[in-house]
């Protein structure tokens, strides 16, 4: 599938394929089905596409597709509180070493990095939503605005940056004829830019896009069982703790797993 921000658009790069679902369209329809069944259900929903356009470091998309990803989680929470019985969990399976510097403001002549603003000169962006101005809630009209916010990478290859939002989505780095990475030319507004070398940004990794890394991540849960995920958990404590939110006693008398007689969550 594409990115939520090329669906919306329906720009080049989704072609013919402009009826594709949203991922809370298809969370929806998962519920609808799934609810059926009286013995309960276990449904993942992943909103792959935000890691897909954070390693080509497209933070924006990737902006676009959390909030898709959140209003995914909105329906589950609506059908959760319907019924009672529904635990939510919400976390990521890794991170990326994007983070918020600053903004982006081009309004007294510079450009690049030297436009980056940090602290008081930052102030606050200026994305809106033409219908109720809840932005971050709900998608901005546009992320290219006149000032919009700096987003850094701890990890990257050799890429270009002029801080402007890609139209389609661009790979940071080519290959060129004899085998070597190297970075987009057209990753920039001005490809052919004679000074391109100012948004030159020298890599960290030896690689042709960013990888994960391993901080931790936020676990979040509503519902019965919730009690169960609390503190700092290893990742192998979340299955022993979803386990017990359902009502399974993994070792049992026997030192088997089993299931109770009383359910827990479904």
Same mark, same amino acid.
């Given at each position: 599938m594409n990115t939520y921000y $090329? !669906? &919306?658009? !329906?720009?080049?790069?989704?072609?013919?394929?402009? $009826?594709?679902?949203?991922?809370?369209?298809?969370?929806?329809?998962?519920?609808?089905?799934?609810?059926?069944?009286? #013995?309960?259900?276990?449904?993942?929903?992943?909103? /792959?596409l935000i890691d897909k356009q954070l390693h080509p470091h497209d933070w924006e998309r990737a902006a676009y597709d959390t909030i898709e990803f959140d209003k995914a989680i909105e329906v589950a929470k609506r059908f959760a509180e319907r019924r009672g019985d529904t635990l939510i969990i919400v976390t990521a399976d890794h991170s990326h070493s994007n983070s918020i510097t600053g903004t982006y403001w081009e309004g007294d002549g510079r450009s690049g990095r030297e436009a980056v603003r940090l602290y008081a000169e930052a102030g606050f962006p200026t994305y809106t939503h033409g219908q109720s101005g809840r932005f971050p809630i709900e998608f901005p009209d546009t992320p290219e605005v006149e000032r919009k916010l700096a987003v850094h990478f701890g990890n990257h290859? =050799?890429?270009?940056? =002029?801080? #402007?939002?890609?139209?389609?989505?661009?790979?940071?780095?080519?290959?060129?004829?004899?085998?070597?990475?190297? &970075?987009?030319?057209?990753?920039?507004?001005?490809? =052919? $830019?004679?000074?391109? /070398?100012?948004?030159?940004?020298? /890599?960290?990794? &030896?690689? =042709?896009? /960013?990888?994960?890394?391993a901080d931790d991540v936020t676990l979040m849960a509503y519902g019965p069982g919730a009690q169960y995920f609390k503190g700092t958990m290893n990742n192998t404590d979340v299955f022993i703790a979803m386990a017990r939110a359902g009502g399974f006693d993994l070792l049992g008398r026997a030192g088997s797993p089993k299931t109770p007689s009383v359910g827990g969550a479904r």
């Open positions: $090329d !669906r &919306a658009t !329906r720009n080049k790069s989704v072609g013919s394929f402009t $009826d594709q679902p949203t991922l809370w369209e298809m969370t929806e329809k998962a519920l609808e089905i799934l609810s059926k069944n009286d #013995h309960g259900f276990f449904l993942m929903v992943e909103g /792959g290859p =050799d890429f270009y940056n =002029d801080y #402007h939002f890609p139209e389609e989505p661009t790979s940071p780095t080519i290959r060129t004829s004899d085998g070597k990475t190297v &970075a987009n030319p057209n990753r920039l507004k001005n490809p =052919d $830019d004679p000074n391109k /070398g100012r948004f030159f940004n020298p /890599g960290t990794i &030896a690689s =042709d896009l /960013g990888v994960h890394t």
